[in-house]
């Protein structure tokens, strides 16, 4: 009985020091307004601290006191109200942008009340129905002054109306600048730490999965439903070849050459089902060992995950890892301030979110102690290159039996979705350590262009003998480095 109860409490103990994401990140849910369904769908910074809340609702609130260690600090004013899902929201010289279903709108507070007094329309040169699925999500302003703009197809399906399935550019002048093509259903938009521009796709025809994707101009994005505006569009070039169907896009690469990978995919049901915001840190460390990484929010599974990204024969590609799951609703619209703090607002409506509650505004902070993360995950000819943020214990990580890789890609159709098809397992044959022991050199049997590629690292433990926060990693392989 003595010896059970032992073990028992040695059990208990050794599970109670495993580690877990709030040592690390922790979640503050903040209350909002009892006179509004605050179902935050945009974020953006303003001066004196303060944050510029855009919502599904169509209403503007300013905010105060977010960034507090107490929550209850924090109040509420509202700005505007009268828009239609706003998806962007961009401050510059006093004016307030923001990006809603049918335009860029600009708004001024001139008399200093808190409350916006001057309306004008820069923008709203693309087609709006009424049909509930024609979303648009803007960014703030680019290097040139401009604003990008993500148009969901109709229905997330069709494009009947102007420049549905597109991304265009709104110049500083409001001129619309069409840009790229093969939009179907974004759920984000921002800038990386160079400006390059990248958006959230969602599962669907001619996607198998949610998708980060590069907004390189000219390119397609691979949602062929838009392609009648190549006619309103010049500067684009002619309308690419169609794709085929129920083909690979590896395979369609090498047929429509406008065609532009995704640089990463958000793996279905394991990633996530909806993805959506996407945040780059910028904090300069303030947020943990991630700085100028990728954080990609998902509205389904009310999560965040991070994304490493590098540039192989001209083509982003990288990895996606699990970060912190927990929201209370489903995210949409995010940002982080110059001090590290994200902020992450959204709803359930529509389809649902694993947080539970109809909507929520939330903020995520980094305690200050370092987790046991891959840091960075590098393709190789011949494998791979795992960064750690935390010394490895060389026996375990330099062991090959302490991983395990699986290959899978995606149907591209128009069909709605896809499995993971045309699975493969690949053998690490070989696990080298670092001097440093900050890193690791895989090499793998065979690597398969344009697989997701699984990686598992279940038997890898730090040099203080923990194990991986998150213990799996997501590799797509767009291209095979030469060297």
């Known amino acids: ?44 910074l303003l001066p004196g601290g303060k944050l510029a809340l855009g919502t599904r609702r169509g209403e503007i609130w300013t905010v105060t006191g977010a960034g507090s260690a107490n929550a209850s600090d ?3 004013q509202r700005f505007a109200e009268g828009q239609h899902e706003i998806m962007g929201l961009a401050w510059k010289d006093g004016w307030l942008y923001t990006t809603n279903r049918y335009e860029v709108l600009k708004i001024k507070d001139e008399d200093g009340d808190g409350r916006g007094d001057i309306f004008a329309t820069v923008c709203d040169k693309w087609g709006v129905s009424g ?58 938009i921002d800038f990386d730490a160079d400006g390059e521009v990248y958006y959230t796709d969602n599962q ?3 996607h198998g999965a949610c998708t980060l994707q590069h907004l390189v101009p000219g390119s397609f994005q691979g949602h062929p439903g838009g392609f009648k505006w190549y006619s309103k569009a010049p500067d684009m070039g002619p309308k690419p070849v169609e794709p085929k169907n129920k083909s690979r896009i590896v395979a369609e690469r090498e047929r429509v050459k406008e065609l532009l990978p995704p640089a990463v995919y958000m793996v279905h049901g394991k990633i996530g089902n909806s993805s959506s915001a996407i945040v780059c840190d910028l904090s300069k460390g303030k947020f943990g ?8 929010a998902d509205q389904s599974h009310s999560n965040i995950s991070r994304v490493f990204l590098e540039t192989v024969n001209g083509i982003k590609q990288g990895v996606v890892i699990p970060f912190v799951k927990g929201f209370k609703s489903g995210p949409i619209g995010g940002r982080m301030d110059a001090e590290g703090r994200l902020y992450l607002g959204g709803s359930d409506r529509g389809w649902g979110a694993k947080g539970g509650k109809p909507f929520a ?40 039996a302490s991983y395990s890789m699986r290959a899978f890609t995606y149907i591209y159709q128009a069909d709605y979705g ?55 990693a997501y590799y797509t392989l767009n291209e095979i480095p030469a060297k």
């Open 1 to 44: 009985m003595k010896r059970t109860l032992l073990l028992a409490t040695l059990t208990a103990s050794a599970f109670a020091a495993d580690p877990k994401e709030s040592d690390y990140y922790q979640i503050t849910t903040f209350d909002t307004p009892a006179t509004t369904a605050m179902e935050v769908s945009a974020i953006e």
């Open 74 to 76: 924090v109040k509420y």
């Open 131 to 188: 049909d509930y699925h024609e979303y648009s999500f803007g960014t703030r302003f680019d290097k040139n002054g401009d604003i990008w703009v993500v148009l969901c197809l109709t229905g997330s399906f069709s494009s009947n109306i102007d420049f549905r399935g597109w991304a265009v550019r709104v110049k500083p002048d409001g001129t619309m600048v069409p840009t790229c093509s093969g939009i179907r259903s974004p759920g984000g």
């Open 204 to 206: 669907g025809p001619w």
């Open 289 to 296: 060992p991630f700085s100028k990484q990728l954080f990609v």
């Open 361 to 400: 505004f939330e903020r995520v902070n980094w305690t200050g102690k370092v987790p046991f993360e891959i840091h960075e995950m590098h393709a190789k000819p011949d494998g791979f290159e795992l960064t750690f943020t935390l010394p490895v214990d060389p026996a375990t990580a330099g062991n090959p």
């Open 418 to 472: 896809s499995p993971e098809v045309d699975s493969l397992t690949p053998k690490i044959t070989g696990a080298v350590v670092s001097a440093d022991k900050k890193s690791v050199r895989l090499t793998v049997d065979k690597l398969t262009k344009g697989h997701v590629h699984e990686l598992h690292l279940n038997g890898v433990k730090s040099a203080e003998t923990l194990p991986l926060l998150h213990p799996v």
